[in-house]
């Protein structure tokens, strides 16, 4: 098998629709939820407006990093901005990360001195407006979430939002029937507390791959393994892998074989068998071997793994 250069479709043209789709519509809300909230009063419908300020913002940038993933690599970009999308999902959970620590501290503030009153069938209507256009936008990117970690930041603030939207309905329907004030303030706090943990993760996912880490699933031990059970090969060293973006795991390794491989043509059988057994067994397309004699480690610089 040869090198695998077709490194997947990162922002299709069927995705970048979803993506400006998705993004009118929160933009579209936000101006409706900010309305509700001044209105209101309802805390809820705050968060919730904040989170879709941040959204937006986050939006505009996934849909940015789909377009430019588009662009082809060049001498200055060898791999183009495939990493773009990861960049933008890192902002991403960073924004949803600070919205989601103020709304915690907001939300326990105010369930110690709740305001006086709030307006809760306001906050009804606003909130439907907001779930509506939420379902919409969760339809929209449902199909295209696993693609990418742009994508899936697009579609868990997407979710978020929805979450936002009908603890803001549920927050609503408790003041309406109970007059109990502080619903507005509990219903923050659930928001917040299902905002934190994903966008943690998600930065946590991103941050991996811009600090190189190994893919996740991707035992190197096993990999060095595997390549040592190819006949011919002596040893493996700097065995070093990485992701470019999601979708595009990278592996190099420098490899000792039999001084005869470099007289009898076995290099190019080798190559296309330590390739195919990276595709195979591992997943990764693009890997990059050096061949090495034995005698070539005196003149190496210091090796690592």
């Not at 620590?101 to 907001?106: A, F, G, R, T, W």
């Not at 868990?156 to 803001?168: F, M, P, Q, R, W």
């Not at 700097?238 to 009898?264: E, K, R």
């Amino acid at each position: 098998m040869a090198h695998g250069h077709d490194h997947g479709n990162v922002g299709s043209a069927r995705a970048r629709g979803r993506l400006r789709l998705v993004l009118v519509l929160t933009a579209v809300v936000l101006v409706a939820e900010v309305i509700g909230a001044i209105l209101t009063g309802s805390l809820a419908l705050l968060a919730d407006a904040g989170h879709m300020f941040t959204d937006v913002g986050g939006l505009a940038l996934a849909y940015l990093a789909a377009v430019l993933s588009e662009r082809p690599a060049s001498h200055r970009r060898t791999w183009g901005f495939k990493r773009a999308e990861v960049l933008a999902a890192m902002v991403q959970a960073a924004a949803l990360l600070a919205v989601g620590v103020y709304v915690l501290v907001e939300g326990i503030s105010r369930l110690i001195d709740p305001p006086e009153s709030i307006a809760s069938k306001g906050m009804l209507a606003f909130g439907a407006v907001g779930l509506i256009a939420n379902l919409i936008g969760l339809w929209a990117l449902v199909g295209s979430r696993a693609h990418n970690l742009n994508l899936r930041a697009a579609f868990l603030e997407v979710v978020n939002d929805t979450i936002g939207s009908v603890a803001v309905i549920v927050a609503g329907l408790v003041i309406l029937t109970t007059g109990w004030i502080g619903a507005d303030a509990v219903a923050s706090l659930l928001v917040a507390v299902l905002i934190v943990p994903r966008t943690v993760m998600l930065l946590h996912d991103s941050l991996n791959v811009l600090l190189e880490s190994t893919p996740r699933g991707l035992d190197l031990d096993d990999v060095r393994t595997h390549i040592l059970e190819v006949g011919h090969v002596r040893a493996v060293h700097d065995l070093h892998a990485t992701q470019v973006a999601t979708d595009l795991p990278v592996l190099t390794a420098h490899v000792v074989v039999d001084d005869s491989c470099f007289y009898d043509g076995h290099l190019c059988e080798l190559l296309v068998r330590l390739q195919d057994c990276l595709a195979g067994h591992f997943d990764v397309e693009h890997s990059t071997f050096q061949f090495e004699r034995e005698t070539h480690a005196e003149s190496e610089a210091a090796t690592h793994l």
